[in-house]
């Protein structure tokens, strides 16, 4: 488990909205709230803890970008975000500005 921790966080990056567009329109993209860590959150998403996951998305701490966020991202397309692929998904959290 610590390897692949240390995988995830080696591969922890960030992207403009722009190029999290066309992972948008293949429905790939998870949207993970400021309070879990991205890293925490791939590690259960990869070794596929379902109790974890479940409980995350029953208080809808990761979801689906909805249509209203897609559209304030889209006027926004140098909006930044942290990244986090884990096949066959594309985690991201938003960076907000201080």
């Known amino acids: 488990m610590s390897d692949l921790r240390a995988e995830l966080t080696e591969i922890l ?25 991205l890293v925490d959150v791939g590690v259960a998403i990869a070794s596929d803890n379902i109790p974890s996951v479940e409980q995350w998305i029953d208080k809808q701490l990761i979801t689906k970008p909805t249509i209203v966020q897609v559209g304030e991202w889209n006027g926004a397309r140098t909006k930044r975000f942290n990244t986090l692929i884990v096949q066959p998904y594309v985690l991201v959290q938003e960076i907000v500005a201080a």
């Open 13 to 37: 990056d960030e992207a403009e909205w722009e190029w999290l567009i066309p992972h948008v329109q293949r429905d790939a993209v998870i949207l993970v709230a400021l309070e879990l860590d």
